[in-house]
């Protein structure tokens, strides 16, 4: 006959001892439950998955419709350009510079998008299981959660966009003389001569108005994720241009306020809205699409690796 402990011969009731004496061993090693189901949220398997499916959306969707955003910064930042519509000035800039001309600048601003979706989407879907924990979301949640991954992506992703709004830049003819040209050979050169000339803050000048513009893509989740559950429930199925560099301190309100006063003197109210037609038509068939391939892809992902596809929203 087997040896036997005699403590586990004690109905624990019975025990003399503390629960926590009678089992040291176990109740050392064991981690807060809550701490490991936090650990298991943010480093879930779902979570990345979401998160690359997101990116690959937003690099296809931006890839179809990036001569919407060069007609957009044209627009906003060559102030003597006489072309008004976006495609008048598609067609100046293809005649101007070159059938590839639209897409002069897209490797850097996809792989500065790919970054940035991966962020949002793994932050969101981990921040949303971690605060949902299974249960139906709501349009206030889907908000808060919005806002904060779009606050943890613009600190960490905004030095891409400093470089690679520059590098779209680069080699393009404008009227206006004061825009000031750059000579980089790429990204890492890019960042290499800011960080040399200007210093290392000056990767994030914008922070400031970006995170204003956190809204935006959380106002857009909020809905996206509500209509979703509305769907569900339903059962119904679908699947920056360049400054001086005395104005590195754009991340402050005061210059932001002076930069829009300076640009209604110049131009009037109507000078806030230039580019709008070609941001309108950029932000809501790029959004379109990007959701299309991340639904797709994520059902694709789940349905391939045997996983079953949460579905509550």
């Known amino acids: 006959m087997e040896r ?51 990116a690959v959306g937003s690099v296809t969707a931006m890839t179809v419709f990036f001569p919407l955003d060069t007609a957009r910064l044209r627009l906003q930042v060559d102030e003597k350009r006489k072309s008004k519509t976006t495609h008048a000035v598609l067609l100046e800039i293809i005649k101007e510079e070159g059938l590839l001309a639209p897409y002069r600048g897209w490797f850097p601003v996809i792989s500065s998008l790919c970054c940035s979706n991966f962020v949002y989407f793994y932050t969101f879907n981990s921040l949303k299981a971690l605060w949902v924990k299974g249960q139906h979301s709501t349009t206030g949640k889907d908000l808060v959660l919005g806002f904060v991954a779009g606050v943890v992506n613009v600190l960490l992703t905004t030095p891409l966009w400093v470089v690679n709004t520059r590098l779209k830049l680069q080699g393009a003819k404008f009227r206006n003389e004061d825009i000031v040209p750059t000579s980089y050979k790429g990204i890492v050169d890019a960042f290499h001569q800011i960080i040399r000339d200007e210093g290392v803050l000056a990767l994030w000048n914008g922070t400031f108005p970006s995170l204003l513009l956190v809204f935006n893509p959380a106002i857009q989740f909020m809905f996206y994720e509500g209509f979703k559950r509305k769907l569900l429930k339903t059962r119904l199925e679908f699947g920056r241009h360049r400054l001086n560099p005395e104005n590195r301190m754009l991340g402050s309100l005061k210059n932001v306020l002076y930069l829009l006063r300076q640009r209604v003197r110049r131009f009037g109210l109507v000078g806030l809205y230039k580019g709008l037609e070609a941001k309108l038509l950029q932000t809501v068939l790029t959004a379109a699409l990007m959701f299309l391939v991340y639904e797709k892809l994520t059902a694709a992902t789940f349905t391939v690796m045997g996983l079953k596809h949460s579905q509550k929203h």
Do not use: I
Request: no cysteine; charged share 15%.
């Open 4 to 54: 036997q402990d005699w403590a586990a011969l004690v109905p624990e009731s019975d025990s003399p001892l503390p629960a926590a004496a009678r089992s040291p061993a176990k109740s050392a090693a064991d981690p807060s439950p809550s701490r490991a189901a936090a650990m298991a949220a943010v480093s879930s398997y779902e979570s990345l998955v979401h998160a690359v499916a997101g």
